[in-house]
C-alpha cells in the first residue's frame, strides 16, 4: 500500500500563486512518475503536468509557462508551483505516481480555487 498526502490547496485571487505538494510513503520500492491531475465541476479529470524520475517534465498546454512540477526523490514529494492562476484553474487536483513497476496510486485531492 502506498499513501499520498497532498497540501497546498486554497482559494487565491487571478494573478496570484499556489504550490502543491504530494508526499508518498509505504510499501515504494521505486517511483518512476509522479504527476498532477485536476477536475473541474462537470468535467473530466485531466492531466497537468508530470515528471519522471529522471527529471523529464510534461505539460498540458493550458498550464505552460505558468505552472512547474519538480520533484525530491530523497522525500518522495511532488510539488506543483502554480502562477498567474486564472479562474479556469479552479478544480481539485489529484496526485498520481507510478511505482514498483505497474503499480499506480491516486492522492485525495485538494481544492484550488481561483476567484476574486
Known amino acids: 500500500q502506498v499513501q499520498l498526502v497532498e497540501s497546498g490547496g486554497d482559494l487565491v485571487q487571478p494573478g496570484g500563486s499556489l504550490r502543491l505538494s504530494c508526499a508518498a510513503s509505504?510499501?515504494?520500492?521505486?517511483?518512476?512518475?509522479m504527476g498532477w491531475y485536476r477536475q473541474a465541476p462537470g468535467e473530466q479529470r485531466e492531466l497537468v503536468a508530470t515528471i519522471t524520475s529522471s527529471g523529464r517534465t510534461n505539460y498540458a498546454d493550458s498550464v505552460k509557462g505558468r505552472f512547474t512540477i519538480s520533484r525530491d526523490n530523497a522525500k518522495n514529494t511532488v510539488y506543483l508551483q502554480m502562477n498567474s492562476l486564472k479562474a479556469e484553474d479552479t478544480a481539485v487536483y489529484y496526485c498520481?505516481?507510478?511505482?514498483?513497476?505497474?503499480?499506480?496510486?491516486w492522492g485525495q485531492g485538494t481544492q484550488v480555487t481561483v476567484s476574486s
Open positions: 498520481n505516481v507510478d511505482y514498483n513497476l505497474g503499480r499506480e496510486a
Open positions: 509505504g510499501n515504494i520500492f521505486r517511483l518512476i512518475a
